[in-house]
């Protein structure tokens, strides 16, 4: 290929300008999130040649469908790219086993070959996205995970530039928003994903939404394409995106949807790739080192509540974290009253998760019951939003730390796109109330929220 690119795997993009140059988030193969994860598709023998062959890597943020060690293992000796996030543990971490990370300068364009260069913007969910401009004349805008926390009219005012102008993005029903949460009274509740998939929702106008909002022309679906495969997670399979879901329903005037995994030539003809589709047999969840009655030694109990107790913040949000781990349970008390949460969960996963600071990859894994105690699934995620996102991250355990941390991502993206986020959190915390997606004060919030967002 003489400039454009692939897209395959889950998030991997392979730009190429006459060579391979740049790979982003390779999860090349294998198992994730404590063996749950496995990929949907393979990726093809020559795509996996030019990211062998690739100077360059991407990586956006610290969840192993993104930051993939055994990946980045293979490709070792490579120049790593990363945003700027606030606390550097990716940079750290990665320096330390020897890679050679380089921190990117946050939206500011950095060229890494004649007809390359690319922008990045990092947010305070410690996510980040990555603009790819091809030539001076195609731009390829990917957004992975991203949620729209402020960075959108900055994105917009650079993408209105280019004439084409590509949009990768997470989408889907909703299964990466996490699950298998319950009541204090034993009932299940309903998934943001669940709801959305028996209401029939069809994902490819909210697809066609997003990226008419960004000015891009073309829609490609990306950073959702995984399975599960532990016995105690396949259950959430019956909730993943087919392919085809993506695009289903996709009506704009001024943008198109692609495939997902294609080969993008500038001036060229765009096609689509096949790669084969994986089976993900149900595996023991055992043959990860979980064993669902194991134990918690005395000193392994002290080690998880050490964890929870360092965090100060949660107990602005909750009086108790409780985990119930081979029967037995364990925990915290920050303050007497009857809000909280309580996980059960298998003593293997949970001790890697309190040792590593990695307690977003036990919500993904969705074999972890989680049950909220006096307060509502939209409030308890972002209560552990200070664990998962600013206390493992970047180490922000206090309310100081917080407020500096909060005050710092402010800076970057403007007070108006801060507020414009949190009225699209809100609507989101309405859609996951069951029946509310299809609403029409729902409906009707939504669209008012597109507009302001154009502007």
Known sequence: MDLGFDTVGNATLIAYDSDPVLVTDPWLGGDLYFGSWQMSHEIPEEQNQAIDAAPFVWVSHGHPDHLHGPSLERLRGKTILLPDHRGSRIAEALTKEGHKPRVLADRTWTRLSDRIRVWTFSDFMQDAGLLIELDGSTLIVNLNDLSNTGWLPSVRKIVRNYPTALVLSASGFGDIRWMNFW????????????????????????????????????????????????????WANKYLTGLDDYTNGYDSKTSVALPPYIRYEVGGDMTELHPEELSAPPIQSASFDDDWSETLTPAEVKEVTDYFERIETLAYHLDFVTVRVGGLEHGVKYQSGEVGVSFEVPRGSLLTTVRYRIWDDLFAGQFMRTTWHGLGVDEGLAAFLTVGRYADQADVVTASQLEEYMSHYRSRTGQLATVRHRVEQELISRGQTEGAIGSALYRFGRSVYRETIKR
């Open 183 to 234: 009541d204090s009274d034993g009932n299940p509740i309903p998934s943001y994903a669940q709801v959305r998939v028996e209401a029939g929702v069809k994902i490819g106008p909210e697809n066609a939404a997003l990226t008419d909002a960004v000015c891009g022309t073309h829609f490609v679906p990306f950073s959702s394409m995984h399975q599960y495969q532990r016995n105690d997670s396949v």
